[in-house]
């Protein structure tokens, strides 16, 4: 497979599969009996979207199902088409094929919406079968209309063995390697560093190889090695693709669950990676609602400062606010009661209009008043405790509640305090 490349080319573009039967990994789609490989056993092939981190042989299996049902086949990047040029290939027809073209869109989640509607008429028509590859879950960053005509498949990264399995198929047939005589020893460790990307674990092995000393025979690949040509390689995070909410995710739901070392780890793997941390200190602002709420309103207070501080100052001293706010929000009390009764009384306002009563109204005008207008309105403040007990719902929705106090000291010092209230009020009748 390797034979008609020159030295120059990467060990990873050397190794790319020739067929699919030769692809490591991705079973759940192209073994026997799997989705794709009966799609193309029957001739066929739909529009795709497949959906999965880099390395992971996006760009090679669309190659290869286009190859498989003897299709024309052309890629493109939106990373640098505009819509004229791809409106130039949709409109190129192949005058040898019956059968439409396949165009494959890398990176096609940074389509905008108007590319993306071009790429529509195209795929609805039949003119083209779309595969696209994209890092980010396309439930965020393809249009539905686009999203709905076509199959979405994940990839999944490689696992350890199969890691292990790219390596020892490159030193066994790639035409350059298969010439030295190489130790790897490194296997583990290379399978760590590569996240399961194939690319990268053949990155690394491929540094390794031109790192080590020509003198040695044979050339022994350790784990100090691989340490030292990985470098950076320990540091991962992608703000533009899926991996960037599930990080966001983690770091959220260490601080609902009250962990603040990994609440700080999670945040720390964001601002190593390039996260904005306005981004996080927004993120923050709004668990401090949803997720502390009452049990401690300070809370709130301290995010919006945060937030406020963290753009006026920036990085790197903005990590040290983004710290206090993380530890500060992860060991406060928690509720979601508040959050619990606002979707519950949206919910409710989506299929009830009722009418607002006529002492609830504002009646600003002799007109306004002779029609009912505020009559039998109850001024609290002209009552004891500041407090008349008269009802502020439709009288179809009468004692209706959206909000229970949560089971915190400062939610049951304020029920204890409404309870009283109420209970001063009837010792008033």
Not at 76 to 104: C, H, I, M, Y
Request: hydrophobic share 40%; aromatic share 6%; proline share 4%.
């Amino acid at each position: 497979m390797s034979s008609t490349f020159h030295a120059d080319t990467p060990l990873a573009q050397r190794m790319r599969p020739s067929s699919l039967e030769a692809i490591i990994g991705q079973t759940h789609l192209l073994a026997k009996g799997a989705p794709l490989r009966r799609l193309v056993e029957q001739g066929h092939l739909p529009s795709i979207i497949l959906h999965g981190e880099a390395g992971i042989g996006k760009t090679t299996i669309a190659m290869l199902l286009a190859d498989a049902v003897n299709r024309p086949f052309h890629a493109l990047s939106a990373l640098n088409t505009g819509v004229k040029q791809l409106r130039e290939v949709l409109d190129t027809k192949d005058s040898l094929s019956f059968e439409s073209p396949v165009v494959f869109i890398d990176e096609i989640h940074r389509f905008n919406k108007a590319q993306q509607d071009a790429l529509l008429g195209a795929v609805e028509s039949g003119d083209i079968t779309l595969i696209g590859a994209t890092t980010e879950n396309p439930s965020f960053s393809v249009n539905n209309a686009l999203l709905s005509r076509c199959q979405v498949y994940r990839l999944e990264p490689l696992n350890s063995e199969q890691i292990h399995a790219v390596l020892e198929r490159a030193l066994l047939e790639d035409n350059i390697l298969k010439k030295l005589t190489i130790d790897l020893q490194a296997q583990e460790i290379i399978s760590q560093f590569a996240h399961g990307d194939a690319r990268k674990a053949l990155n690394l092995l491929e540094l390794a190889v031109q790192t080590a000393d020509p003198a040695q025979s044979p050339l022994v690949i350790d784990d100090e090695l691989i340490g030292r040509v990985a470098q950076t390689a320990l540091v991962r995070y992608d703000k533009d693709g899926e991996q960037h909410y599930d990080i966001v995710s983690a770091m959220i739901k260490s601080v609902r669950g009250s962990d603040p070392d990994a609440a700080l780890y999670w945040m720390a793997r964001m601002l190593v990676g390039g996260e904005p941390a306005d981004f996080i200190a927004r993120r923050l602002v709004i668990l401090a609602s949803e997720d502390i709420g009452n049990a401690n309103p300070n809370a709130l207070l301290l995010a919006d400062a945060a937030l406020r501080s963290v753009q006026s100052i920036g990085m790197p001293e903005a990590r040290i606010i983004l710290g206090q706010v993380v530890v500060y929000l992860a060991t406060s009390a928690k509720s979601n009661s508040t959050y619990k009764a606002i979707n519950a009384a949206m919910t409710l306002a989506e299929k009830d209009a009722s009418a607002v009563p006529l002492h609830l109204r504002n009646g600003v005008t002799k007109l306004m008043q002779n029609q009912g207008y505020g009559k039998g309105y109850a001024y609290p403040h002209d009552y004891p405790n500041h407090y008349y007990p008269q009802s502020y719902l439709p009288d179809n929705l009468a004692n209706t509640r959206f909000y229970d106090f949560a089971d915190n000291q400062r939610e049951q010092h304020s029920k204890q305090f409404i309870d009283w209230l109420k209970n001063q009020a009837a010792s008033n009748d």
